[in-house]
């Protein structure tokens, strides 16, 4: 019958099985290629490549991100308005306004004709930090740029910035020449400093500071409060909290890229 006849085939597929084993179809492996052989006279041979090991990014190091470098507190505020390593005209007029600046249109204007790429606004913020720093740090710029801050505060031409004017500034509330409240309350914040640094200093040496009574006023103020040059400067190659506050100036002093003419 019908059946008995398939059964009878099912039996016969069955029984020679196991001496035709059914052939499994070929895979293709990824990790073969077929390259060409000029030399054995074929077509082509197998070649297997070697698995590549995935090596881990190397990030260059960023000197600003260390604490202890004067210009930490400027790459932080950098950082946070950084795009893919941008900073467009807006992130970077946040930056100056964040320094106490009203008007920051000037800042931002000479950073982007220096810096601006490719015509869109962008300004590749690594490039602008080694600038400001070589401006900052450099001893063939520094001494010029140093300079230049010094100058905002020393209106009478004495070499010195007086404690007194200061205190006249901070009390008009009034922000004129470039000049702004933080720069004042980190000015009056290093006197302050160097004036406790004389304190431990003369107690060490078991002496006492000299009290000038008999001077007048006006006298007293120049001899005893006051900030040099030399102690401005230090202050700027060492405080970062202080180099912070004077940005705005400090990046019309930047005349372009590192290495440029």
Known sequence: TKFGLMREEGAKEHRFEEFYPKKEPLR??????????????????????PKKKERPVQMEPVPYAEPTHNLYHVNKAFAAVIRDGYISRAGF??????????????????????????????IIAREVMDALN??????????????????LFDEHKCSYILKWRLLELRAKRREDNGQTHLMIKALLALIDRLEK????????????????????????CVHKMQISFEEFSKALLEDPAFVIC????????????PGSA
């Open 28 to 49: 293709r492996q990824s990790t073969v290629d077929i390259k060409l052989d000029p030399f054995s006279g074929m077509v082509g041979r197998k070649v297997k490549q």
């Open 93 to 122: 007029q946040q930056i100056v306004e964040g320094c106490g600046v009203y008007d920051a249109t000037p800042y931002v204007d000479h950073i982007l004709d220096l810096f601006e790429e490719r015509s869109d606004r962008l």
């Open 134 to 151: 070589v401006t900052l740090n450099d001893p063939g710029a520094s001494a010029k740029s140093h300079m230049v801050l010094f100058n």
């Open 197 to 220: 640094e004389a304190d431990e200093a003369a107690a060490a040496s078991g002496g006492r500071k000299k009290k000038a009574k008999s001077l007048p006023p006006i006298q007293k």
């Open 246 to 257: 004077f940005l705005p100036p400090l990046l019309l002093c930047v005349k372009g890229r």
